[in-house]
């Protein structure tokens, strides 16, 4: 118990930033987290750093994640400074491209209610017709009614992102233990036991960052992660020559020449295997939007499952009964990467998740809340 | 260079290369095609026109990318011979028919 501080169970894009962002910080920290074949997230997202159109309904969340993207550069700096790993970060500004008048009309529409929510801090964007949109993106569809944009938006390489934290963490001296998977917590005067096949171990603080294993984990520790059930899927071509200089919501290329396709949300936790049904869905939408595509050949498919809470919002939040303990989840952990590096591990490393961010508490779950 | 085992039979399949009509079989991949027929030379490289053949023969490298039916970057490897399909060696960077202007 002496040689560590923070226990952080679960090792994906979640856990590998706060715990560098602990151990930035000075505290020793253990990761412990799961094996080559687990479900993770980390390893299977689509790289967006995207703030258009997202809280509607909570203000803060937008504001929270307008103040990540403006970390974002500083992230990725200090990620390529410490490690040598370049994340592949760029803030060009977003598209959401809309195939039909009523798309685009929804999508103004939204943009003007989340606008209009009293205290938010209110970001640029623009609306564009076809002929505006095709000045800024040439290889759009004829078909296409116009898109929203908004400078803010911007995307960076998952993998190397991913890769550039573990880096940091080995060279801050803390510990990454995969095949540790924690089957049980306990709470003993003041210090958390975690416990598995592998043995036991025990530090003063615990941060619970194990992605959908969550929901299982939190109960343990007076915690709750309740979360829904989201498959995402995702194609990826062969790459080719540069045509999109501008992340769109659902499609991008990368630098690298590839082009990554995927905006499908399937309710269900059932398998993870693609279903050619929702690949055809994808595939035509992008082809109607960027007609090129429809002459590239797919180099690969897949389906992961989001980490995602019953109103989509994110849970930061430590334990009332034992204190010591916190949970994280969301589904937005690239976007949010550099709050959570800098400011929640801050926050974490102080003892206390302040009252500005109470708004994420699990707490608005509780059904009797109010009683 | 390349021999096929004594015991692979069935139906024959002709296709063409570069225009010169070829015999497989029958699910054989392009690849297992060409290279039973003798071919090495898939492709070339965009960079420096290096001539490339098939190297993992499991769809990872991409050295063996060729031009299926006017179609390029075609794996010749992942891609199962057809009756009277068209492969073409690619040369450098495959060619599209949209126009890309960005
Ligand atoms: C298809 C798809 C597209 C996405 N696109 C984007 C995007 O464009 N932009 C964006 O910002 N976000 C995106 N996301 C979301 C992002 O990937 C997640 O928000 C992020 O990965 C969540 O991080 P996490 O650490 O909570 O979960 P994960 O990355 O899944 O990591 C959880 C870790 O916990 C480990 N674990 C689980 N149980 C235990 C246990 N009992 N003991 C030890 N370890 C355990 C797992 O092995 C895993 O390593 C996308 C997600 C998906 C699925
Ligand atoms: S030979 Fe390697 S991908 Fe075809």
């Given at each position: 118990m002496t040689d560590r501080d923070v226990l952080v169970v679960g090792g994906g894009l979640l856990g590998a930033s706060i715990a560098w962002g602990l151990a930035r910080l000075g505290l020793r920290v253990v990761v412990l987290d799961e094996g080559d074949t687990a479900f993770r997230a980390a390893r299977a997202n689509f790289g967006l750093v995207w703030v258009q159109g997202k809280g509607l309904g909570k203000l803060e969340?937008?504001?929270?994640?307008?103040?990540?993207a403006a970390l974002w550069p500083s992230l990725s700096d200090e990620l390529k400074r410490e490690t040598g790993i370049d994340p592949g970060f760029s803030q060009p500004g977003g598209f959401s491209i809309r195939l039909t008048e009523l798309e685009l009309q929804r999508g103004v529409d939204a943009m003007n209610t989340l606008?209009?929510?009293?205290n938010i801090a209110r970001y640029p964007y623009e609306i564009l017709n076809h002929r505006e949109t095709?000045?800024?993106?040439?290889?759009?569809?004829?078909?296409?009614?116009?898109?929203?944009y908004s400078p803010l938006d911007g995307h960076a390489n998952p993998l190397r992102l991913y890769r550039?934290?573990?880096?940091?963490?080995h060279k801050m001296g803390a510990a990454y233990l995969p095949d540790h998977r924690v089957e049980r917590i306990s709470h003993q005067d003041g210090a958390f036991t975690?416990?598995?096949?592998?043995?036991?171990?025990s530090a003063g603080r615990i941060v619970l960052a194990a992605g959908i294993g969550n929901t299982r984990?939190?109960?343990?520790?007076?915690?709750?992660?309740?979360?829904?059930?989201?498959?995402?899927q995702i194609i990826v071509t062969e790459k080719t020559m540069p045509f999109l200089h501008h992340p769109v919501g659902n499609i991008r290329q990368v630098d690298e020449g590839g082009v990554i396709i995927g905006e499908s949300k399937e309710a269900t936790m059932d398998h993870h295997r693609p279903r050619t049904p929702v690949t055809a869905v994808l595939a035509d939408r992008a082809m109607r939007m960027f007609p090129i595509i429809g002459e590239l050949n797919v180099v690969r498919i897949w389906a992961a499952f989001r980490i995602i809470t019953p109103d989509g919002f994110p849970i930061y939040e430590q334990s009332r009964t034992c204190r010591g303990a916190f949970a994280v989840a969301c589904h937005s952990g690239v976007t949010?990467?550099?709050?959570?590096?800098?400011?929640?591990?801050?926050?974490?490393?102080?003892?206390e998740i302040p009252a500005s961010l109470s708004t994420f508490s699990s707490e608005r779950f509780d059904v009797s809340a109010a009683a | 260079m390349f021999r096929r085992l004594p015991d692979r039979q069935g139906d024959l399949v002709t296709f063409t290369f570069d225009g010169t009509p070829l015999t497989a079989l029958m699910g054989d991949t392009v690849a297992a095609a060409l290279l039973a027929a003798g071919v090495t030379r898939f492709r070339t490289t965009p960079v420096s026109g290096a001539e490339r053949g098939p190297y993992c023969m499991m769809g990872v490298c991409f050295e063996c990318l060729v031009s299926i039916n006017g179609r390029?970057?075609?794996q010749a490897c992942l891609t199962t011979v057809e009756e009277g399909m068209q492969v073409e060696t690619q040369h450098g960077a495959a060619t599209y028919s949209t126009e890309i202007s960005a």
């Open positions: 969340y937008s504001n929270w994640t307008q103040a990540s606008q209009g929510q009293p095709k000045a800024r993106l040439p290889a759009i569809g004829p078909t296409v009614a116009g898109s929203i550039a934290f573990h880096a940091a963490l975690v416990e598995g096949p592998w043995g036991t171990m984990l939190a109960p343990m520790v007076g915690l709750n992660v309740p979360l829904v059930p989201s498959r995402g949010l990467a550099a709050n959570h590096a800098f400011t929640i591990a801050g926050h974490i490393a102080q003892g | 390029g970057n075609r």
